[in-house]
């Protein structure tokens, strides 16, 4: 929830390409340069979704919202990446459900990443060296 009391609910399906999208092509008047083909969404399956509060004691990671930064970053690439490092692993039997959430915190708000919260995306292959340069630390840094 914002301090003004309003609830924004993002829906779209669940493809990479969208945020990806967003990223290039929202520019700083809020006005898209072209438009993208999706699919419609389901609203039989979204008028009866049972939405509840997040328990953020099992679920720790929501959090991280709050440090999003207001407008589209290289950071928004930065949080993805090291989430599907993470969950590579834990699925991998590597790291437990608790360390996912307690290293994708943890490296998320490090100096090394977090300094892409400044960081406008400027073309695709700005978008695709960030994500290989976070695969490579992460790569130093997890087991």
């Known amino acids: 929830m914002f301090k003004s009391g309003v609830?924004?609910?993002?829906?779209?399906?669940p493809h990479m390409k969208i945020p990806?999208?967003?990223?290039?092509?929202?520019?700083k008047n809020n006005l898209l340069k072209?438009?993208?083909?999706t699919k419609s969404?389901?609203?039989k399956i979204i008028n009866n979704l049972d939405l509840k509060n997040v328990n953020v004691k099992k679920f720790p990671?929501?959090?991280?919202?709050?440090?999003?930064?207001?407008?589209?970053?290289?950071?928004?690439?930065?949080?993805?990446?090291?989430n599907d490092y993470l969950v590579y692993k834990f699925l991998d039997n590597k790291i437990s459900f608790e360390e996912l959430n307690d290293m994708l915190i943890r490296f998320?708000?490090?100096k090394d990443f977090s300094?892409?919260?400044?960081?406008?995306?400027?073309n695709l292959k700005q978008i695709n060296d960030i994500r290989k340069l976070v695969s490579l630390k992460?790569?130093?840094?997890?087991?």
């Open 20 to 27: 990806i999208y967003n990223s290039i092509y929202y520019s």
């Open 34 to 37: 072209k438009n993208i083909n």
């Open 61 to 82: 990671t929501i959090k991280l919202l709050k440090k999003l930064p207001d407008s589209n970053t290289l950071f928004e690439t930065v949080l993805i990446t090291i």
């Open 138 to 143: 992460m790569n130093q840094k997890v087991i």
């Open 115 to 122: 300094k892409y919260k400044k960081i406008i995306p400027k």
């Open 7 to 13: 609830t924004k609910l993002l829906i779209h399906e």
């Open 108 to 110: 998320s708000l490090s």
């Open 41 to 43: 969404l389901d609203f």
